[in-house]
T-cell receptor
Framework: EADIYQTPRYLVIGTGKKITLECSQT?????MYWYQQDPGMELHLIHY???????EKGDLSSESTVSRIRTEHFPLTLESARPSHTSQYLC????????????FGSGTRLTVV | KQEVTQIPAALSVPEGENLVLNCSFT??????LQWFRQDPGKGLTSLLL?????REQTSGRLNASLDKSSGRSTLYIAASQPGDSATYLC??????????????FGSGTQLTVLP
């Protein structure tokens, strides 16, 4: 039972288009994360947030940007999509503190043609 | 830098077998360890979370153990079923991650349970 929701589930879009991947969580978690994962490959952290108005870049360089205006919402935007952006994007959240695990969304599979 | 290794990379077993998946990590300074399941093209589903002070956690047919001093965790699956087929990921929350609280993932074990 997911309390973190990602939309759309699948997206096929042309090169040069602007896209926003949505991520929302209903658990009141402070921390939110975006991961990128190619098929059969490892997860790579691209963005994270400590809370409202806080965003940081992750280990993997990405041309995407994020915002955190509300606790529950952490959208990811690509201003101009390219075929190299084709991948699966996974959103996750966790409570602040060290006793808590991560909860992941179902992911958005993006294909740029 | 924390590194997480999962062995084997792939495993195929007949239905009904009990099996063990292994996870090792290089730095024993962790807050917790989490096991996830990932079906093809899907997100991650959390299976078990073990705090650094705990030795094991159980959920149904799953049992995860943690030996922090030796940097090892195992995921035991009893009476495996074809529906257990998926990739299983181990992730640790290192103390070195600081306030960012970023997980370090292993590369996963791809499990196939044959009917």
């Amino acid at each position: 039972e997911a309390d973190i929701y990602q939309t759309p589930r699948y997206l096929v879009i042309g090169t040069g288009k602007k896209i926003t991947l949505e991520c929302s969580q209903t658990m009141g978690h402070d921390k939110m994360y975006w991961y990128q994962q190619d098929p059969g490959m490892e997860l790579h952290l691209i963005h994270y947030s400590y809370g409202v108005n806080s965003t940081e870049k992750g280990d993997l360089s990405s041309e995407s940007t994020v915002s955190r205006i509300r606790t529950e919402h952490f959208p990811l935007t690509l201003e101009s999509a390219r075929p190299s952006h084709t991948s699966q994007y996974l959103c996750a959240s966790s409570e602040y503190g060290t006793n808590y695990g991560y909860t992941f969304g179902s992911g958005t599979r993006l294909t740029v043609v | 830098k924390q590194e997480v290794t999962q062995i084997p990379a792939a495993l195929s077993v007949p239905e009904g077998e009990n099996l063990v998946l292994n996870c090792s990590f290089t730095d024993s300074a962790i807050y917790n360890l989490q096991w996830f399941r990932q079906d093809p093209g899907k997100g991650l589903t959390s299976l078990l979370l073990i705090q650094s002070s705990q030795r094991e956690q159980t959920s149904g047919r799953l049992n995860a153990s943690l030996d922090k001093s030796s940097g090892r965790s195992t995921l035991y699956i009893a009476a495996s079923q074809p529906g257990d087929s998926a990739t299983y990921l181990c992730a640790v929350l290192p103390v070195s991650s600081g306030s960012a609280r970023q997980l370090t993932f292993g590369s996963g074990t791809q499990l196939t349970v044959l009917p």
